[in-house]
C-alpha cells in the first residue's frame, strides 16, 4: 500500500522558515518523481516544487523560486520542502504527491501552514 505522510506544517510570521517533511513508504521510492502542491481555501491546486531522484531534476514554481528548496534522503525515502522567506500568499494545505511531476498518482493527506502577516 502507498502511504504518503506530511509533516512539518505550522504557523509563522512572515520572513519565518519552515521544512516539510513527506515521508514515503510502499513503493520503490527511486522510481517516483515526488511533488510538493498546495491549496487555499477557494483557489486552485497548483504545484509547488518536484523532485526526481532517478534523473537528479527539480521544478519549482516561480513565486517560490529562490525562498523554497526540495530534496531527499533517500536512505529514509524521504522528500523535504525547505521553506524560507515565507510570506501571507503562501498558506494553503501543502500535498505530498508521487508519480510523475506534471500528474501524480499518489498523494497524502496535507499538511497546513499558515503565514501571518
Known amino acids: 500500500e502507498v502511504q504518503l505522510v506530511e509533516s512539518g506544517g505550522g504557523l509563522v510570521q512572515a520572513g519565518g522558515s519552515l521544512r516539510l517533511s513527506c515521508a514515503a513508504s510502499g513503493f520503490t521510492f527511486d522510481d517516483y518523481a515526488i511533488g510538493w502542491f498546495r491549496q487555499a481555501p477557494g483557489k486552485e491546486r497548483e504545484g509547488v516544487s518536484c523532485i526526481s531522484v532517478s534523473r537528479n531534476s527539480t521544478y519549482y514554481e516561480d513565486s517560490v523560486k529562490g525562498r523554497f528548496t526540495i530534496s531527499s534522503d533517500n536512505a529514509k525515502n524521504t522528500v523535504y520542502l525547505q521553506m524560507n522567506s515565507l510570506k501571507p500568499e503562501d498558506t494553503a494545505v501543502y500535498y505530498c504527491?508521487?508519480?510523475?511531476?506534471?500528474?501524480?498518482?499518489?498523494w497524502g493527506q496535507g499538511t497546513q501552514v499558515t503565514v501571518s502577516s
Open positions: 504527491a508521487a508519480g510523475i511531476c506534471t500528474a501524480p498518482r499518489y
